[in-house]
């Protein structure tokens, strides 16, 4: 094995240098801005930087060798030429969905009547009061509000019409990841593996809590698996894919709904059709009328239905987080390069209370002291400001930005959701007008608990286990080995789920919720690893 090491590729060395070098500066970066609060270069930490560079690429090369051995042993065993017949692709997609189903449904009766967390409640009052805005997805808060007020018991009793909310999208994750763990099989044909990612997917503390949460993210991420899956059936057997005419309108209608259910997710959309149209050798003639026909449904969606429902315009500070946080960070700084001019620009721009209780790990505050008014009628002058303080204050402007984000890279990351006075993984408790009363009392006392424990939040081992970052690396480690292999379903569906994990460095926050989708992606790499090219099924 060793000797295999320096037998690797020329592409391979410099994908794993890559790899390892950007996984080394996350590692200093996240450590000096999460403990220190600034970052700064040092002979200590160019060592560190370097010890880590070294000895991650080593692994990523021995990994890499691994893998090649697996793959080898099931080419000369023909294991990659067997096909799985639809039936039995069916029947692993029953027996899928009827597990995950039970193991939900247990979840379900812990947590009753779900969590109703974060933006529920505001998107409940919107659609009470017809102040309806795209600030969250127009048919999400439509479908939430209809399910509540059609099944609620009275005005302040609202659990049954949550608890309905929270079996349908119960019902839809588990018919989407049903299909993805049938692919799953189909790709591996091992049986072992397709257990393990179905009590995975059915079990994990951090997928349960999404599952059972009342939040877009929670559809989004069934929606966003379903589409990663067809995606890559679609580049790695496209003859075999568009000659079933369920799966292509199944791949546009998971597009389009991931894409509404989740807004940012229309800046990375373009990224996997132009990788899919460029991957594909036939049949592309049919991809573009797939895809133009999905972009005429989001388009309609846009112009019928969310005017049918919005009153209410967005003024657009959610796309203003980072750099308002730069900002409010130049300002609050010994350092800070200020002249009277720009200051008083900023103070304009942000009230000076959100401007002084800048948190370096979360944007809402000062988010929501912009005034947007200000910004539009002088956005030359406040844009002309901002790329003077930017340009005098370098240093401090990357600061504010990996502040902000690095709980989706850095793998120690402390989490920066707030609740009940203190950091928290996620929401388990009672949400008003929510009120939680669990049928499994037990169950729900063990999510309580581990939801804050050192387990989760602070232990340097075991909270490796639910890290955001933790997830993002082990996606770029096989992103990495599917380019060197050319595997290009997984290049094309992988491009596409890194173009959406970038999308959410521009957001208020880094929040576990964001990234589920990459947990929930774990069963896919073997599927990488052991699948050949062409993944049919007869």
């Not at 909310?165 to 099989?185: E, N, W």
């Not at 951090?206 to 599952?211: F, K, M, N």
């Not at 008014?373 to 600061?399: C, G, T, W």
């Amino acid at each position: 094995m060793v000797s295999r090491i320096f037998k690797a590729s020329r592409k391979r060395f410099i994908i794993v240098s890559v790899i390892s070098f950007l996984f080394a500066a996350s590692c200093i970066l996240g450590y000096q801005i999460e403990t220190l609060g600034h970052i700064f270069f040092s002979f200590k930490s160019i060592l560190f930087f370097g010890v880590i560079f070294i000895l991650f690429g080593i692994f990523l090369l021995f990994l890499y060798g691994l893998f090649d051995n697996r793959t080898l042993k099931e080419e000369l065993s023909g294991s990659t030429e067997k096909k799985v017949s639809k039936y039995r692709f069916l029947l692993f997609f029953a027996i899928s969905f009827v597990v995950l189903m039970i193991f939900y449904g247990i979840w379900f009766l812990a947590l009753y009547p779900g969590l109703f967390i974060f933006d529920a409640e505001w998107q409940l009052s919107m659609f009470r009061e017809g102040t309806i805005s795209e600030h969250h997805p127009v048919l999400h808060t439509v479908l939430l509000g209809n399910l509540i007020e059609r099944f609620k018991s009275d005005e302040w009793h609202i659990n049954r019409g949550i608890a309905a909310y929270t079996i349908l999208q119960i019902l839809i994750t588990a018919g989407c990841f049903s299909y993805f763990l049938a692919f799953v099989f189909k790709s591996t044909r091992k049986v072992l593996i397709y257990i393990l990612s179905l009590l995975f997917l059915g079990a994990f503390p951090t997928i349960v809590l999404q599952v059972i949460s009342v939040t877009k993210d929670s559809l989004f991420m069934a929606f966003l698996i379903l589409t990663v899956t067809l995606s890559i059936e679609m580049v790695n057997d496209t003859g075999a894919f568009f000659k079933t005419p369920g799966k292509p309108f199944l791949w546009g209608l998971s597009l389009v709904l991931s894409t509404i259910f989740r807004n940012n997710c229309v800046y990375a959309v373009p990224f996997l059709l132009v990788m899919i149209f460029v991957l594909i050798k036939e049949k592309r003639k049919i991809f573009l009328i797939v895809t133009i026909g999905s972009i005429a449904v989001f388009v309609l969606y846009k112009v019928l239905f969310v005017p049918a429902f919005a009153t209410e315009e967005v003024d657009g500070r959610e796309m203003f987080p980072i750099p308002a946080q730069q900002l409010a960070r130049v300002y609050n700084s010994e350092n800070g390069n200020l002249n009277s001019d720009e200051i008083e620009v900023i103070e304009k721009l942000i009230r000076k209370d959100a401007l002084e209780g800048y948190v370096p790990e979360i944007a809402d505050t000062v988010k929501q002291g912009l005034n947007m008014d200000y910004f539009h009628e002088n956005k030359q002058e406040v844009i002309s400001v901002y790329l003077s303080v930017m340009r005098k204050n370098p240093v401090l402007a990357i600061e504010a930005f990996l502040a902000e984000s690095h709980g989706f890279w850095y793998v120690e990351s402390e989490l920066t959701m707030y609740w009940n006075g203190g950091k928290a993984y996620w929401v388990v408790g009672e949400y008003p007008p929510a009120v939680m009363h669990s049928k499994i009392p037990f169950l729900y006392e063990f999510l309580y608990r581990l939801n804050n424990s050192d387990y989760v939040m602070r232990n340097p081992v075991t909270s490796l286990f639910f890290a955001p970052g933790v997830y993002f690396w082990i996606f770029a480690v096989f992103f990495g080995y599917a380019l060197e292999k050319r595997k290009k379903g997984f290049i094309a569906a992988f491009v596409f789920v890194f173009a959406l994990w970038l999308t959410y460095h521009l957001g208020p926050v880094a929040l576990v919720r964001y990234t589920t989708y990459l947990y929930a992606m774990i069963p896919i790499y073997p599927a990488l690893v052991l699948a050949g090219q062409r993944i049919e099924a007869e």
